[in-house]
């Protein structure tokens, strides 16, 4: 089940969601402990989870810049995209779900 990590996945920040073997029973899902994932995963999915952070952050606070922020320092996207034409990338992705995004300037 994907559920928060409060410590299921030891070397993972305990406010990401993990994927981890679940019991379930008349009492609920009832996730296991993992302990540690080997530490080149961990290095691997770490970044992404404080760059999704970011951009959610970015939607709550209607901030355009941290939104601007995460997706430069995404790794895919800025392996593919330059600095300006993630700007451009966001600022269309904004004018095409505006309908969507009250409050948005």
Known sequence: GNVPNN????NLPKSTIVEVPC????????????????PQLAAAMTPHVFLNEMAVDAVL??????LRQ????DPLTSAILTLPKIERMLDELLKANKSYLKGWD
């Not at 995460?70 to 320092?73: E, G, K, T």
């Open 61 to 66: 606070s209607k901030d355009k810049v941290l």
């Open 23 to 38: 019991l379930v029973d008349r009492n609920g899902v009832q996730p296991c402990a993992m302990g540690a994932i080997p």
């Open 70 to 73: 995460a997706l430069q320092a």
């Open 7 to 10: 410590g299921l996945v030891s």
